[in-house]
């Protein structure tokens, strides 16, 4: 059993208070930069150190009079620090400390995040070997192709989300910087150096280059990166969903006791929980498009972005967090129909094995378009009579010109389909 974390850490980073402690984390950063060039006294930084604070009520209390969060934060830190938090954002602008604090809240949430790919990633390989030899019937259009095994299901989603995982390293890599520049990005009241002290305080890069904000490409680069983790999570989802048809029937959620699937019909057992994720994928995707509107901005800077991203940042990092601690124990505790899935091998009757038929014909030099058209025409018989479609090819006196009836009763056989798992499995790291 994976273990698993509360989604009440992702909540957190969210909430003003933490929110409040990043910012002031970056003023007291900043207040050590300017102590260590000189800048501020010893005496004012201790006394910065040790009495700045906030109350997140009293903020508010206090931007009801200002309409400005930033200066009614300052405001209260003044009322704890007294005559030194004259050095407190001393030669900053707004967006210093708003940029940098989200930086540090996007780190910690993408760590988060990272941590759950990393635990839904080895429930799948653990899946994947578990069902590495499971037959199931391989579909194309909905509509049965060739058999293939359900592990190789889990591999395929496995190997998808090691990609996945890279992009959320590079993801907070990229969001992982700060700045203290100034109201326009140039560094007219404090030097760069005391942009990179600060940032090494608080473990992030400075910024190459900013105006009054970190660029939102690096937002937008993070929030895709959720969304296009949220279309793999959305399509593991859809195949549970199709697979659990009550036609289909080789998988099912997981039915707890007392669990109801409909007001109506009491005989209901819907795959809730896949389908909440394939809509939830959605708000993802909804909220990258947002991120990406954010890039372009008036000038040096507007605030077009902020009230966007106080939406989408908080939503969509803790949607992730709570897409990932679902699909987990739904993985975990998916029922799996294994005789189910080889009674839908079977259910048309042999047809999964015309292409080997065709392929065998073509190695006895026929053409692809004669070969094609003699198995087509018994794969069509097959389909209308419900006969064997072994037994018509057999009976295919046209086919018996190039075919022994040996040759033909080796090519149904279901272990070609299997020869080359492990050399899968053993690409992909499993």
């Not at 996945?164 to 203290?180: L, Y």
């Not at 007001?263 to 394939?278: D, G, L, Q, V, Y």
Request: aromatic share 8%; glycine share 4%.
């Amino acid at each position: 059993m994976i273990e698993r974390y509360s989604r009440k850490e992702m909540t957190k980073i969210w909430d003003l208070q933490n929110r409040f402690q990043c910012m002031l984390d970056v003023e007291i950063a900043a207040c050590r930069a300017m102590n260590e060039l000189g800048m501020i006294p010893k005496e004012d930084l201790d006394v910065i150190v040790e009495k700045a604070d906030f109350d997140v009520e009293r903020i508010a209390e206090i931007e009801e009079i200002t309409h400005h969060d930033v200066i009614a934060f300052l405001t209260n830190i003044a009322e704890y620090v007294g005559p030194s938090s004259r050095w407190i954002h001393f030669g900053m602008t707004s967006s210093d400390v708003l940029d940098t604090a989200s930086s540090i809240q996007l780190k910690q949430a993408g760590e988060l995040i990272l941590r759950d790919l990393q635990k839904f990633s080895e429930v799948l390989k653990m899946k994947a070997k578990e069902y590495k030899d499971t037959l199931c019937i391989g579909r194309s259009h909905g509509i049965h192709a060739e058999p293939t095994t359900y592990g190789l299901k889990y591999a395929l989603w496995f190997d998808e989300m090691q990609r996945n995982i890279t992009r959320m390293e590079n993801a907070i890599d990229i969001v992982s910087v700060g700045q203290i520049s100034g109201a326009v990005g140039n560094y007219a009241h404090l030097s760069p150096e005391i942009e990179e002290i600060t940032c090494k305080y608080l473990d992030l890069d400075p910024v190459n280059i900013s105006t009054q904000v970190i660029q939102r490409d690096r937002i937008s680069e993070f929030m895709n990166t959720l969304a296009i983790i949220g279309t793999t999570i959305e399509k593991i989802s859809m195949e549970i969903r199709h697979l659990q048809r009550t036609e289909v029937l080789e998988v099912e959620e997981n039915f707890s006791k007392g669990q109801k699937g409909s007001s109506a019909m009491p005989h209901k057992r819907n795959p809730i929980i896949t389908e909440r994720m394939c809509g939830m994928a959605r708000l993802l995707r909804s909220n990258a498009i947002a991120a990406l509107e954010n890039n372009a901005l008036w000038h040096e800077r507007d605030i077009s972005h902020s009230s966007v991203e106080r939406i989408i940042l908080p939503d969509s990092t803790i949607l992730m967090n709570y897409m990932l601690n679902k699909m987990i124990p739904l993985i975990e505790n998916l029922l799996v129909y294994p005789e189910k899935m080889m009674q839908n091998i079977e259910l048309t009757n042999g047809l999964v094995f015309s292409q080997v038929v065709l392929l065998e014909l073509a190695k006895k030099g026929i053409s692809r378009e004669r070969s094609y058209a003699m198995v087509q025409r018994n794969a069509m018989e097959c389909w209308k009579t419900k006969k064997p479609f072994e037994e018509l090819v057999i009976a295919d006196e046209e086919i018996h010109e190039f075919l022994t009836e040996v040759e033909l009763r080796d090519i149904f056989s279901y272990d070609r389909y299997y020869k080359h798992v492990d050399f899968i499995f053993n690409r992909i790291g499993i």
